[in-house]
Structures are given as C-alpha cells and as structure tokens.
C-alpha cells in the first residue's frame, strides 16, 4: 500500500504543479494599449492648424491626464507625404476611455482647441484622419524611448505593419 499512496501523491503533486503554471500563464500580463493617430494634409495651414491644437490643447489636456510619454512624428519627406503621426500609450482600454470622457469635460482643453474641435465640416484642419488601436505584444508590452544621440532631426523611427 506504501507505494500506491506515494503514486498518488506524486500524481496529485504533478496536477498541482501543472495547475499553479497554467493558472500563471493565463493570468494577464501588464501591456500597454497603443492610440496612433494619422493626420492627412492637403496644405501647410491645416498642418499649422492642427500642430497649434496639439501644442496648444490636445498634449497638454493628455499630459494633465498623466500621459507623459506622447510621441508626434513626421515622414523624413515631409514635403512629399503630409502626414503626422501621433503615438499615445495607454494602460488599457478602458483608460483609453476614461480619458476620452474626461477630455469631453476639460473646460481648459475645449476652450484651448476651440478652433480646431468646432472647425466646419468643409473647412477641416485635415483631409482625412485616421485612429488605429494596437496591444503591445507580451514581448514588449510596453512603448520605451530609445537612447539615441544626436538630435531630433537626425533620429529616425520606424513603425512597421504586419498582414496577412
């Protein structure tokens, strides 16, 4: 009988074993869910108007929401392919969300972009606008600043898309 209970001991401890591992990789992992806004431009004044609303309004109503690390970047041509990328990191949805509503309510944040927000729909500060959402992989679960030297013009970042 010794040995019977040692066999059943040995398979009860495995199972355990087995169900604190699996229950671990299930448990979710800290990521980050990314916001990166696309502005389209047809003319340098919808470029200022909305460069002056993100100075102005959006950054600063984002920073206030404890949003520090917001990265706005431009093509190497920005000449030739007018486009402005925004890049904003947040915990969650649902923090995405909670910020959405709490900007909705910032007296500071409309007042401050009140030209852009209430701009007429044949006048807008850009041609098009797109907002496209990412979680982080669990590899990388979250956005870091690389340490590059030099200056901003000479750094380069690349945002790369995988379809299939």
């Known amino acids: 009988m010794p040995i019977n209970n040692y066999k059943i001991f040995k398979t009860f401890f495995s199972f ?7 229950t671990t990789s299930l448990r ?13 431009f047809a003319n340098d004044a ?7 609303y993100l100075k102005a309004a959006y ?9 520090n690390r917001i990265g ?8 030739a392919d007018k486009r402005l990328f925004v890049v904003i990191p947040y915990a969650s949805f649902a923090h995405y969300n909670k910020v959405s509503k709490l900007l909705e309510l910032d007296k500071n944040y409309l007042t401050s972009g009140d030209k852009y927000i209430k701009s007429a729909y044949n006048d807008a500060p850009y041609i098009r606008k797109e907002i496209i959402f990412l979680n982080s992989f669990s590899t990388a679960p979250f956005l870091q600043k690389p340490n590059l030297k030099g200056t901003v013009a000479d750094k380069v970042y690349e945002l790369r898309s995988y379809e299939s």
């Not at 979710?28 to 389209?40: C, R, S, T």
């Open 16 to 22: 355990l074993l087995f169900l604190c591992f699996f």
């Open 28 to 40: 979710a992992k800290p990521a980050e869910f990314i916001q990166i806004i696309v502005y389209h």
């Open 46 to 52: 919808q470029v200022i108007e909305t460069e002056n």
């Open 59 to 67: 950054l600063p109503a984002l920073h206030q929401q404890k949003l």
């Open 72 to 79: 706005v970047f431009k093509p190497i041509d920005f000449v």
